[in-house]
């Protein structure tokens, strides 16, 4: 059950009318959901207005199946149970969950950020695992549905929970953190994303740093402290923020970092070493997944852990165990010693010449396909250019690319390199064929491109043509 969410309760929460009720104050929920398809006995049900379903089609089914309690605009025709009524469902479902919220005593972590958030968050979660029960963000549920959604799934055994929040306009991260009240603001760094809304780079820092003003009164701030822009805050809520950070070669770390790490050693796509230097102890890992930017995400894991009572033994056991998902960076071995990259979730300028370096540690031949990335503003074209000119920094063999804008990443590639085959495509089925004709044993095939472009369908067909070991 869900502490205190009476039917009395959720209707005062979301200043509804609440009609059809015989035992308003002992009638418990036992979740809630706007998918008719996951209702269960005593589930609250938001009948929600999509663009393709009005969930107020389901409203007899999910009765049928036991729903305690509907949340609804229009009056159904024949209620077969109770109902609250409401001029907006999804705002009842940001109140609910905002309300519930209120009722837990579990530490909660919120995660933002321009790069990394999921992986931050699978990392995170890894650690706080060594210790706790812990519930994370599903998949990518970090916006204004999923993150409520992700609320509500905690439950009397959850110890704590990790929470990944991603904007891209002012005044979401103020109603996002509204909902979480993070215990702990991880950020993981400030980069040239959603510029189209925020503008420039401060833009970026203006929104996401929302996030402090909802932060629990013990709330702590842990921040990326190699990112320009987040070194300059001294100051969250009357606290010092905690900085982490990487040493590089030969140089001193910044004074304002308190936790670091050094020696570094890539494995190629096997992943990194590295040693962990925490204000109270000095431990090494091994990072199962490529990338310096995975270096970031477990210094962020650590400190973390850290701020929870984990111990150096139980932080490093779970950077060790951390894995990613489907989307994100996520290393798919198939048939004839082909390594295919999953990375197509979603891209930005940042992330994607990070795919890039990861791409560049492969041991055979290299095939980077790329597509356009989205919400970039004015400079778009010079943005996507900027990513082609990373090539200089590269060996990569291959670069397929599709889309109008993406033709700036091969002209921007074709500019500065001799030793990359480029080839640009205005189809992405086109594409595919000509991509699984020049695939050979041994490759590796980085896939990455914003949501829109639907590049899972680029995976799906190198899986399906080459199977998976």
């Known amino acids: 059950m869900l502490k205190n969410m009476t039917l009395t309760n959720i209707a005062k929460a979301v200043g509804g009318t609440l009609l059809g009720a015989n035992e308003p104050d002992t009638t418990q929920i036992s979740g809630a959901v706007i998918d008719s398809r996951l209702v269960k006995e005593g589930f609250l049900f938001f009948a929600v207005k999509g663009e393709r379903v009005d969930g107020h089609k389901f409203v007899e089914d999910v009765f049928e199946k036991g729903a305690a309690c509907v949340i609804v605009e229009d009056v159904p025709a024949d209620p077969k149970g109770p109902y609250i009524q409401v001029p907006s469902t999804l705002q009842a479902l940001k109140d609910v969950a905002a309300f519930y919220r209120k009722q837990l005593s579990i530490p909660i972590v919120g995660i933002t950020g321009s790069v990394g958030k999921t992986s931050t968050k699978e990392m995170i979660a890894s650690v706080l695992s060594q210790k706790y029960n812990v519930l994370k963000t599903e998949g990518n549920f970090n916006n204004e549905i999923g993150l409520p959604l992700t609320i509500l799934r905690i439950r009397e055994e959850h110890e704590a929970a990790v929470v990944e929040m991603g904007i891209s306009d002012f005044g979401e991260m103020h109603?996002?953190?509204?909902?979480?009240?993070?215990?702990?603001?991880?950020?993981?760094?400030?980069?040239?994303c959603h510029l189209e809304f925020l503008g420039d780079r401060d833009g970026v820092l203006k929104a996401k740093t929302e996030m402090f003003d909802h932060l629990t009164e013990r709330g702590t701030a842990i921040l990326n402290g190699d990112d320009d822009k987040l070194a300059t805050i001294t100051e969250v809520n009357g606290k010092k923020p905690f900085f982490y950070g990487v040493k590089k070669q030969g140089n001193a770390v910044a004074e304002h970092i308190s936790a670091y790490a050094s020696n570094v050693v890539g494995r190629g796509?096997?992943?990194?070493?590295?040693?962990?230097?925490?204000?109270?102890?000095?431990?090494?890992?091994?990072?199962?997944?490529?990338?310096?930017?995975?270096?970031?995400?477990?210094?962020?894991?650590?400190?973390?852990?850290?701020?929870?009572?984990?111990t150096a033994k139980e932080i490093a056991a779970g950077?060790?165990?951390?894995?990613?998902?489907?989307?994100?960076?996520?290393?798919?071995?198939?048939?004839?010693?082909?390594?295919?990259?999953?990375?197509?979730?979603?891209?930005?300028?940042?992330?994607?010449?990070?795919?890039?370096?990861?791409?560049?540690?492969?041991?055979?031949?290299?095939?980077?396909?790329?597509?356009?990335?989205?919400?970039?503003?004015?400079?778009?074209?010079?943005?996507?250019?900027?990513?082609?000119?990373?090539?200089?920094?590269?060996?990569?063999?291959?670069?397929?690319?599709?889309?109008?804008?993406?033709?700036?990443?091969?002209?921007?590639?074709?500019?500065?390199?001799?030793?990359?085959?480029?080839?640009?495509?205005?189809?992405?089925?086109?594409?595919?064929?000509?991509?699984?004709?020049?695939?050979?044993?041994?490759?590796?095939?980085?896939v990455k491109a914003s949501h829109f472009m639907d590049f899972p369908a680029v995976v799906e067909a190198v899986r399906e043509a080459f199977g998976e070991k």
Request: proline content about 3%.
């Open 175 to 192: 109603r996002l953190a509204t909902i979480a009240q993070p215990d702990i603001s991880v950020i993981t760094n400030i980069g040239t």
């Open 319 to 446: 950077i060790n165990k951390a894995t990613t998902i489907s989307g994100r960076t996520n290393l798919i071995r198939l048939k004839q010693n082909i390594t295919l990259i999953d990375d197509c979730y979603n891209a930005n300028p940042v992330s994607m010449k990070e795919a890039l370096d990861i791409l560049n540690l492969a041991k055979g031949r290299s095939i980077a396909v790329l597509g356009d990335m989205g919400e970039l503003g004015a400079d778009e074209k010079a943005l996507h250019r900027s990513v082609g000119e990373h090539f200089e920094h590269l060996s990569i063999d291959v670069l397929f690319t599709v889309g109008e804008l993406s033709k700036e990443i091969a002209a921007g590639a074709k500019k500065v390199t001799e030793k990359t085959a480029i080839y640009s495509f205005d189809s992405k089925d086109v594409m595919i064929k000509e991509l699984l004709a020049c695939i050979s044993p041994g490759d590796a095939v980085l």
């Open 269 to 310: 796509l096997e992943g990194i070493t590295a040693t962990i230097h925490m204000p109270e102890d000095t431990f090494t890992v091994h990072i199962g997944l490529p990338g310096m930017h995975n270096v970031y995400n477990a210094m962020a894991a650590a400190c973390v852990g850290r701020e929870l009572s984990l």
